[in-house]
């Protein structure tokens, strides 16, 4: 039997959310609204393979809200956040400019902010730093 990796997923969320909250102070706006998705889909993975999921694909924090029957205010964030999975990465996402163009401080803070709500609701999820 393979070892049960959500506190794996739980820790990487951890340390992201310090990297995004350390991007969006040294004015890293696109790629902190990134990483703030990257928390809330690693959070949820890790609340999926708590419950006994062996591989979840994909990368939509809405489709994998949606799979473990959350909803509500996480649900609503979840369309926030995949919205900042390419268009703050890739150039070819906007119509002219570099993605870190396009994002900004306020947008960064209510990622980072949604980021955090995922976590919490995860580390709630998993009973916190134990499994």
């Known amino acids: 039997m393979t070892r049960n990796r959500a506190q794996d997923w ?3 969320a951890r340390n992201d959310l310090d990297w995004g909250l350390t991007s969006m102070k040294a004015g890293f706006f696109s790629q902190a609204c990134f ?3 990257q928390v809330a889909e690693k959070a949820l993975k890790a609340v999926a393979y708590h419950r006994g999921a062996e591989l979840i694909k994909g990368h939509s924090v809405l489709a994998v809200c949606r799979e473990l029957k959350i909803n509500g205010a996480l649900e609503a964030q979840a369309r926030l956040l995949d919205q900042f ?13 570099a993605p870190y ?4 401080c306020q947008q960064a803070e ?8 995922f976590l919490a609701a995860a580390e709630g999820s998993l009973g916190g730093s134990g499994e």
């Open 10 to 12: 739980l820790a990487q």
């Open 35 to 37: 990483i703030a998705q």
């Open 85 to 97: 999975y390419i268009p703050t990465r890739y150039p070819d996402a906007q119509p002219s400019g």
């Open 101 to 104: 163009e396009f994002f900004s």
């Open 110 to 117: 209510q990622a980072l902010e949604f980021a955090r709500n």
